[in-house]
């Protein structure tokens, strides 16, 4: 059996595929694929094992998977316990499936590799077998605790360093140093300082460190749907939604591009990781956007943006709306209402870019006799939507768990790939979806642990309300110098870290600024998510942008730039809905939230036509900095601040035709 590689995110070459890229330029953009994966997305750098290395962690996954769907179904053991063996489990997977530095062997582990893994397995044994003592004595640890404590600090930071890269690893060493020498910190970053035993014991003996909110989420939500991902893909969903995405836009004008945006967000809904999605989808699509005409850093920005937007667009988000309902104890219901306006404007204004651009380069589509028909297509997968379906009914009207929930929507899609021989699972394939699916955690799940340190320092000190303190204070009390300091900071925190750490980082930091003044909490939590979530898009570290431009053969800086430019509505939209909550379905009806969504993709539109400087001929610049200015009015809501936006794309559409007419003349 085989490691974790690029195209387990669901996405299969379908014979549509095979028309248009010969087996040649396949097999070449799958090995440029392998070698970004492992040079950017530390995530899926992993060891290849065969023989009965390869059965033995075959049967290590399965143990896992059916740990996990156990409890799911039937209740966890004491919280502790839970979570303990939890974190084992899945940091012990680490070190087996990640080596140690580049140099290690990639083809087994080693005697070191053995040890720490199985040294993973000793600290949910001792809090099993004194499990009172240790809760009793949290606070005033004893020399076993602090052995325990300390073991598990290192375990879970190594393996975060091999599993997530130094970023992750670095950030959290620099927030343990800061517990430890708070008195030697200047102004308001001044605290108390705490030794190792005091802080150590925090990590390990309560639900506020390493086995807090971050592991219990992964334990139960994420490692669930993660599993969901793994068992659509097997009933061949991947192949279901680029085939739809052809037959549906890739005969318009520039339709590679429109099949990119539309592919790509669905599967980045499923699989949550970036990177992992451009490599997966940008294999076919990019290059078939460089035949159709885009430039190399156009092309690796469209898929780029689509993949990164991915996690803002419901129902699954990567994972990260579990973790946020988790924070703000809300139902995760709330979360997929509040996410799908904002999601659907930033899809809108990439294929209003990307339409635009093919008008103004004069692009076509591809040949419709060569495409998948609508029809077909339908016939033969869209039974593969019921579960998505289900799932939805599920989690709004049943009024079970989150958890019962995602068991039963397993159960459901197993059955429902029955209906048709294409998407039919045999029993290997339901192994190896299991097998694929606690693989696939491991990195999510290591970097919530990880993660655990920082917001365990964060509660013990303090420094998040310091935070909060410090950028309100850089913003003088308005809201928009506090928005702008706040995309700031999360875009700075999310540099080189995976989605999940990087939004929890930037939620306990960040969000409680905004919610200091008065900003409901979901629109503040969704505000950090989103320039988390972009932080993969802007130079200098921008992970998706510099994969795609690994495919595509551009420039990798100007293809951040202009993964920037087609993202440019996922910048303002935050705004939009911290200024107008209604745009999130937050203290509205559902009459005036469609409204406020209304007048914003006006105000979408007018930014891609200020950005692309095109609307029926070229656009001057100052008919585009008019544009440009009619759309953020459209940020602000109010009756006046619509109407003038409004006329403003009156304006620019009569212009702009009546320029066009005169060119034809």
């Known amino acids: 059996m085989e490691e974790k590689n690029i195209n387990n995110t669901g996405n299969e070459n379908s014979a549509t595929e095979h028309e248009f890229l010969d087996k040649k330029t396949q097999q070449e953009l799958e090995a440029k694929s392998q070698e970004i994966v492992k040079k950017l997305d530390k995530e899926s750098a992993t060891r290849k094992f065969t023989g009965k290395m390869a059965k033995f962690f075959y049967i290590l996954c399965l143990l896992v998977s059916g740990?996990?769907?156990?409890?799911?179904?039937?209740?966890?053991?004491?919280?502790?316990?839970?979570?303990?063996?939890?974190?084992?489990?899945?940091?012990?997977?680490?070190?087996?499936?990640?080596?140690?530095?580049?140099?290690?062997?990639?083809?087994?582990?080693?005697?070191?590799?053995?040890?720490?893994?199985?040294?993973?397995?000793?600290?949910?044994?001792?809090?099993?077998?004194?499990?009172?003592?240790?809760?009793?004595?949290?606070?005033?640890?004893?020399?076993?605790?602090?052995?325990?404590?300390?073991?598990?600090?290192?375990?879970?930071?190594?393996?975060?360093?091999?599993?997530?890269?130094?970023?992750?690893?670095?950030?959290?060493?620099?927030f343990i140093i800061y517990g430890l020498f708070g008195r030697e910190f200047p102004g308001m970053f001044m605290h108390r300082g705490y030794d190792w035993p005091s802080l150590s014991n925090h990590f390990f003996a309560n639900t506020e460190g390493i086995y807090g909110t971050s592991v219990s989420v992964a334990a139960s939500y994420i490692f669930l749907f993660i599993l969901f991902g793994t068992v659509m893909h097997k009933c061949g969903m991947g192949q279901f939604f680029n085939d739809i995405a052809l037959a549906l836009a890739g005969h318009t004008k520039g339709g590679p591009a429109k099949v990119a945006v539309i592919a790509s967000g669905f599967l980045g809904s499923i699989n949550g990781s970036a990177v992992a999605n451009v490599v997966t989808t940008g294999a076919f699509t990019i290059p078939l956007m460089k035949k159709t005409g885009y430039s190399k850093e156009f092309a690796g920005a469209v898929e780029a943006s689509a993949s990164v937007g991915g996690q803002l667009l419901p129902p699954i988000m990567g994972a990260a709306a579990f973790i946020m309902a988790e924070m703000i104890s809300v139902p995760y219901s709330n979360i997929i209402t509040w996410a799908a306006i904002p999601a659907l404007l930033y899809y809108l204004s990439i294929i209003i870019q990307v339409h635009l651009r093919a008008c103004k380069d004069g692009l076509t589509g591809l040949p419709k006799d060569k495409l998948p028909k609508t029809g077909e297509v339908m016939s033969k997968?869209?039974?593969?939507?019921?579960?998505?379906?289900?799932?939805?009914?599920?989690?709004?009207f049943s009024g079970t768990t989150v958890i019962f929930s995602a068991v039963l929507t397993i159960v459901v899609t197993i059955l429902i790939s029955f209906i048709r021989k294409e998407t039919r699972m045999s029993f290997k394939d339901l192994l190896d979806a299991l097998a694929d699916g606690a693989k696939q955690t491991v990195s999510v799940a290591v970097a919530c642990a990880c993660v655990g340190i920082i917001i365990g320092v964060c509660s013990k000190t303090g420094f998040g309300l310091t935070m909060a303190n410090t950028i309100i204070s850089l913003g003088k009390t308005?809201?928009?110098?506090?928005?702008?300091?706040?995309?700031i900071?999360?875009?700075?925190?999310?540099?080189?870290?995976?989605?999940?750490?990087?939004?929890?980082?930037t939620a306990t930091i960040a969000a409680p600024a905004l919610a200091k003044l008065n900003i409901p909490a979901g629109a503040a939590h969704m505000f950090s998510f989103y320039y988390a979530m972009f932080a993969n898009l802007t130079p200098p570290v921008a992970l998706a942008s510099f994969a795609a431009a690994g495919l595509s053969g551009g420039n990798p800086m100007m293809t951040g730039v202009a993964s920037v430019k087609l993202a440019?509505?996922?910048?303002?939209?935050?705004f939009m809905f911290v200024y107008s909550p209604q745009l999130m379905l937050i203290n509205t009806t559902l009459v005036e939230g469609l409204l406020t969504a209304g007048t914003a993709c006006v105000g979408v539109f007018l930014i891609g036509t200020a950005v692309e400087g095109y609307i029926f001929t070229f656009m001057p610049a100052w008919l585009r900095v008019i544009a440009a200015a009619g759309a953020l009015l459209l940020m602000k809501p109010g009756f006046e601040t619509d109407i003038i936006g409004i006329a403003v794309l009156a304006l620019v559409l009569f212009l702009q035709k009546k320029r066009q007419k005169a060119e034809q003349k």
């Open 489 to 505: 900071t999360c875009m700075i925190l999310g540099m080189g870290l995976p989605s999940i750490p990087a939004y929890i980082i």
């Open 67 to 174: 740990y996990h769907l156990y409890t799911a179904s039937f209740g966890p053991p004491v919280t502790l316990v839970h979570r303990s063996l939890h974190v084992a489990m899945i940091t012990a997977m680490g070190f087996l499936m990640y080596p140690c530095f580049k140099s290690s062997d990639h083809s087994k582990p080693s005697i070191i590799d053995w040890i720490l893994a199985l040294l993973c397995f000793t600290i949910p044994f001792y809090i099993w077998h004194d499990y009172l003592g240790v809760v009793e004595r949290a606070g005033n640890p004893n020399q076993t605790d602090l052995i325990m404590a300390t073991l598990l600090v290192v375990l879970v930071l190594e393996c975060s360093r091999r599993v997530t890269g130094n970023a992750l690893t670095i950030l959290s060493v620099i």
């Open 381 to 396: 997968r869209s039974h593969l939507l019921i579960p998505v379906f289900f799932l939805l009914y599920m989690l709004f």
């Open 478 to 487: 308005s809201i928009l110098f506090t928005l702008v300091f706040t995309m």
């Open 568 to 574: 440019i509505a996922g910048f303002i939209v935050p």
